[in-house]
């Protein structure tokens, strides 16, 4: 182990990273943010969430860099940071 992977900076920043993988409702927001872009309505309608908890949940996916953020007017749109990366560590799990 490299002597940077053992940094507490490090350990903090992967246990957010997967403590925000360890939610089915982010799993489901994760899924469909792998086939496109989408705005919190389409996230809502998606999954069948409220507002306010459709919001919580893509706040701490944005928070661990999960999911990042364009604003457009006054909607705002969810992606995932990196999409390749995310896939290859989903596919890892399955």
Request: net charge positive; aromatic share 6%; hydrophobic share 40%.
């Amino acid at each position: 182990m490299a002597k940077n992977e053992a940094d507490p900076k490090n350990a903090k920043r992967r246990a957010k990273f997967f403590k925000a993988l360890g939610d089915e409702s982010r799993q489901r927001m994760i899924s469909l943010l792998a086939v496109k872009e989408l705005c919190v309505c389409e996230v809502i309608s998606a999954l069948e969430m409220t507002q306010p908890t459709t919001s919580h949940h893509l706040g701490i996916l944005e928070e661990a860099n999960i999911v990042e953020t364009r604003k457009d007017g006054k909607w705002v749109f969810y992606s995932l940071a990196d999409k390749e990366k995310i896939k290859q560590i989903l596919q890892l799990v399955e």
